[in-house]
């Protein structure tokens, strides 16, 4: 299977997803849209993965590709071609679906617990936890775009992850996040880390055990293995 990814900073890559196609022996290649490279043609990827980064979806007079980067998704889509998307990617999926992104209440940074919503299709329901913390990095949230299905809610943020039609899936959160990609993050976007009611402080985000990365990484490679059987 062919597997294309869009990245959106330097800083923010696959995380766990990396390992997962590489064990699968799938083929991987990337779009670096901050690096000004073009999206590819639909015909020449399986998968798609739409990762996060630092600017928000209504950015595009500062990152102007944003605009190409939408019309793009609405394509993929159009094309029946399964999509996931992580925080901002979750979040561009929702505007391209037609829902509003804006900022939520509060900000979700650090390890905070999600719940699964009582309406979940059944075979994402035979592995998606009922409870689970996860690790979370976002300031804006989406409303639940038209069809989709909610699947998760956390107690700060009500839309945590949908799912669209069986194929297209979108997570606030990041199931990927490996000990390093977590230092990564901390190192670059530092200065969001104030004292609020949903913000951890960098030593809080790092005193998990490792378990607790390989449990959602765990989660994450079912996720993958759901979407690669819709391809």
């Known amino acids: 299977m062919r597997v294309h990814w869009l990245q959106h900073v330097d800083f923010e890559g696959l995380g766990t ?13 990337c779009t670096r849209l901050f690096a ?7 015909d020449s990827f399986d998968l798609l993965i739409v990762m996060g980064g630092s600017m928000g979806v209504h950015d595009q007079g ?15 889509i159009a094309a029946a071609k ?14 391209a679906l037609g829902a ?11 390890w905070f617990q999600v719940s699964r ?11 998606l936890p009922e409870q689970q913390p996860v690790f979370h990095w976002h300031g804006d949230t989406f409303t639940l775009p038209e069809k989709a299905i909610r699947l ?23 199931l990927e996040t490996t000990p390093d990609s977590a230092v990564a993050l901390i190192e670059n976007c530092r200065g969001e880390l104030v004292v609020a009611p949903w913000i951890q402080n960098e030593e809080e ?3 998990v055990e490792k378990d607790d990365f390989a449990e959602i990484n765990g989660w994450m490679s079912a996720l993958l293995a759901y979407l690669a059987d819709q391809a």
């Open 17 to 29: 997803i990396d390992e997962w196609v590489r064990e699968k022996r799938h083929t991987l290649s």
């Open 36 to 42: 000004g490279e073009s999206v590819p043609p639909l």
């Open 62 to 76: 500062e990152y102007p590709w944003l605009q190409e980067e939408k019309a793009f998704l609405r394509r993929v």
């Open 82 to 95: 399964p999509v996931l998307g992580v925080c901002l990617g979750a979040q561009l999926l929702a505007d």
């Open 100 to 110: 509003r992104v804006l900022p939520n209440k509060e900000k979700e940074i650090g």
């Open 117 to 127: 919503a009582s309406l979940v299709p059944e075979r994402l329901a035979t592995f």
């Open 152 to 174: 998760y809610s956390s107690a700060a943020c009500v839309n945590q992850a949908f799912v669209y039609e069986d194929r297209v899936i979108g997570l606030q959160f990041h």
């Open 205 to 207: 985000m790092l005193a």
